[in-house]
């Protein structure tokens, strides 16, 4: 492992003597100081947008497939029977962990966004509300349907998969896209520092000829460069990080009232994770660039 | 040392040189001439490994130049000092680092050779030039720079295109003053050149043989320049 880093310092400090051979090239560096910068700022979002709605999927999935609704739907007579009849079937239910009838003002809130506030609910026919809580095992849903059907005749079962799927699937989508624009920035990295070690290395050909010819390796040439445009898209990538992280600091926090747009960020020790986008630029970089200074190289005597 | 047996070579259209042996032996020292565009800097090329031969076997300190790798083509050049015809330099470093040059490539400290440098920088007449940029100096400031950085690993082997291409009598006459003085201290010695007076000039102060390319092959020349 030290011999690993020992290495890496040895890499970025570099031979003082072979950073000289090649001449300093301002405006180029610059460029590609900053493309590196932008790209690493975007994947900041494109990670914050992965994790955030990997977690969102996580906890659609898990609070929404441990709960379940039924609903009572009866003349207003019976229904006071039927909820008492549902909530007796539901204790004697294996694997429902809870199971409570929701009350006429959770019911009216629940309403409220529809009806208005002013909404006396005694007036309509709504059906009563009963909030399952399952425990880890779950419950056979079948078999509760069956149950009620027998004995309570006006209740419904919705165990959410219904509507559950669809945001479960939405939100892993959304991960997948993260992801996948992600990637795209780091190939697109990989293209922008080929394509300016290419114009650097079409540029110093005189120098690389020069250097030929007193008898230095390959190695020896693609090195100067390879370090530079590591160091380069490094530097540019660890700077956009950081402008990245401010930008995700200053979203709004999360809220209920946002909904899950406002949970855009990142927790815990997700924070760290943007601080692996520089290493990974730095690696594609000294990728990109050792592939086309060795390309450049063979074609030269 | 150097060797080149039934040799061709032909840019893509016609043949520029055919059936060409040659033996440089070490220690001896050799003029390439002939009319311009005969091949005296394609010749040279073959012997530095830049350049391939069509056909026929290039032997360069007793390996065939085909079986090189890169790598081994570099490791040559520093057995070898080149002066190429255009002296080419970095030319956003001093003269002094441009003649180091060599050292540094091949990982030895330019430090550790400073006196060897401030001595070889005093011989070749650049000292008082030593930070200035190559782009600075005179023609004949240059083909002296390209000298020194040419002998500063101590090469077995000087070859040298056209060294006094643009310079007045005087400074060549120097130049081949101190390449007449390497080959005193051991080196072989090939210097191409279309300039006959200089030859004439050597041959008076060294046993100096004369390669001549004449319909695309080389002959040795008579004593008759």
Redesign the interface.
């Known amino acids: 492992m030290s011999s690993v880093v020992g290495n890496i310092r040895r890499f970025a400090l570099g ?1 003082p ?2 950073n ?2 090649v ?2 090239s301002g405006f180029t560096a610059q460029l590609t100081f900053f493309a590196a910068g932008t790209m690493a700022f975007l994947a900041v979002f494109a990670m914050a947008l992965s994790l955030a709605s990997g977690r969102l999927a996580a906890r659609w999935g898990d609070e929404l497939a441990r709960s379940s609704t039924i609903r009572i739907v009866a003349p207003m007579d019976q229904r006071a029977a039927q909820t008492d009849a549902a909530l007796r079937i539901l204790e004697t239910t294996a694997g429902v962990a809870f199971a409570r009838a929701l009350d006429t003002e959770e019911q009216q809130d629940l309403l409220a966004p529809w009806f208005g506030p002013e909404l006396d609910l005694a007036t309509l026919p709504v059906p009563q509300l009963i909030e399952v809580i399952e425990e880890e095992t779950g419950f056979d849903a079948a078999g509760l349907r069956l149950r009620l059907a027998a004995e309570v005749p006006g209740a419904v079962l919705d165990d959410h998969t219904r509507w559950r799927e669809p945001l479960v699937q939405a939100a892993s989508r959304l991960r997948l896209l993260g992801w996948v624009s992600a990637i795209l920035l780091g190939v697109t990295t990989a293209v922008m520092v080929t394509l300016a070690a290419n114009a650097a290395l079409a540029a110093n050909a ?2 690389i ?12 040439i693609a090195q100067a460069f390879i370090r530079r445009f590591t160091l380069r898209a490094f530097g540019g990538a660890f700077v956009g990080s950081l402008l990245g992280l401010g930008a995700v600091l200053l979203l709004p926090a999360a809220s209920d009232t946002g909904g899950f747009l406002t949970g855009l960020g990142f927790q815990g020790w997700h924070w760290g994770l943007p601080l692996i986008i520089p290493v990974l630029a730095a690696a594609v970089a000294f990728i990109a660039t050792g592939a086309a200074a060795n390309r450049a ?2 074609r030269l ?1 | 040392m150097i060797e080149l047996e039934n040799v061709a070579y032909s840019y893509g259209g016609g043949a520029l040189l055919s059936d060409i042996s040659l033996k440089l032996a070490p220690g001896s020292f050799h003029f390439l001439t002939g009319p311009s565009g005969a091949g005296k800097t394609t010749l040279l090329k073959l012997c530095y490994g830049a350049l391939l031969p069509t056909s026929g076997e290039v032997t360069l300190f007793g390996d065939d130049v085909r079986g090189l790798e890169r790598d081994d083509i570099a490791m040559l050049r520093r057995r070898m000092g080149v002066v190429h015809q255009d002296c080419r330099f970095l030319d956003h470093l001093p003269v002094s680092e441009n003649i180091a040059l060599p050292l540094s490539v091949s990982g030895r400290h330019a430090e550790a050779a400073g006196d060897d440098l401030t001595e070889l920088m005093a011989w070749v007449g650049l000292t008082h030039r030593a930070d200035a940029l190559p782009p600075e100096l005179s023609g004949g400031e240059r083909q002296r720079a390209a000298l020194a950085r040419a002998v500063i690993m101590s090469p077995d082997v000087v070859l040298a295109d056209e060294p006094t291409g643009n310079v007045d009598w005087e400074m060549s006459q120097r130049l081949l003053r101190l390449l007449v003085e390497l080959n005193k201290m051991g080196k072989t010695v090939l210097i191409a050149t279309h300039d006959l007076s200089l030859i004439r000039a050597a041959k008076s102060q060294i046993q100096a043989r004369v390669l001549r390319i004449a319909n695309r092959r080389v002959q040795l020349a008579g004593a008759d320049l």
Do not use: E, F
């Open positions: 031979d003597q072979s000289r051979v001449p300093p005189q120098v000829a020069v250097l030929r010819l007193v008898g230095a390796t390959d190695r020896y190289l063979k005597a």
